[in-house]
């Protein structure tokens, strides 16, 4: 990580600007290559993430490495964060106002990385990135872009361990996702 990232992240470790920092174990604040021309962004911290600081590091991370394998990247080269740094109780879904309070951390991580394509995965984060009404059940796969950075939205890998059979849409997005890589970024050149 940066020493941009990792000053940012220590700022970040004092923010109260929601309840949720007061509940949290400990920061999930981000982690990954820094800068990336790929980025991920999950909604929130589950339990393992919170006892380990670290975004998805729990059965739904392990997915998410899989998947990443899947397109011959693995963590190393793209950087993954959350639209929220802390737990929200018994893995609710993040509220507005929480997000909206670490909404100018996850910006700042958005331009120290630097990503030419972010991935949202799962429905919460495409409604913050792409847009508030997004359908993840239509739009999954879609190209959108944004301040001249694409966005796609996949499903998120915990809903892709509770339902097997969205797993195949998902297979054909991430061929999707790896053909735009591998047309747009250095990812894959060694």
């Not at 893995?91 to 991580?109: T, V």
């Not at 190209?143 to 950075?149: H, I, L, N, Q």
Request: aromatic share 6%; proline share 6%; with cysteine.
């Amino acid at each position: 990580m940066s020493e941009e990232m990792k000053a940012l992240a220590r700022r970040c470790e004092g923010c109260r600007n929601c309840p949720l920092g007061a509940s949290r174990t400990n920061l999930v604040f981000g982690v990954g290559k820094v800068p990336s021309e790929l980025m991920l962004i999950g909604e929130g911290p589950g339990e393992q993430e919170d006892l380990q600081g670290e975004p998805f590091v729990g059965p739904a991370g392990k997915l998410l490495d899989d998947m990443l394998e899947m397109i011959g990247l693995d963590r190393t080269r793209v950087y993954i964060a959350n639209t929220v740094k802390c737990r929200p109780p018994l893995n609710r879904d993040p509220a507005e106002e929480e997000m909206a309070a670490c909404r100018p951390w996850l910006e700042q991580q958005i331009a120290l990385v630097r990503p030419k394509i972010i991935v949202c995965l799962g429905r919460i984060a495409a409604g913050e990135m792409i847009k508030k009404d997004f359908r993840i059940t239509r739009e999954h796969g879609q190209w959108f872009e944004k301040d001249g950075v694409k966005l796609m939205a996949i499903y998120h890998p915990s809903a892709l361990l509770r339902d097997v059979s969205k797993r195949p849409e998902t297979f054909a997005d991430l061929r999707e996702l790896r053909s735009v890589l591998r047309r747009e970024t250095a990812l894959y050149e060694k």
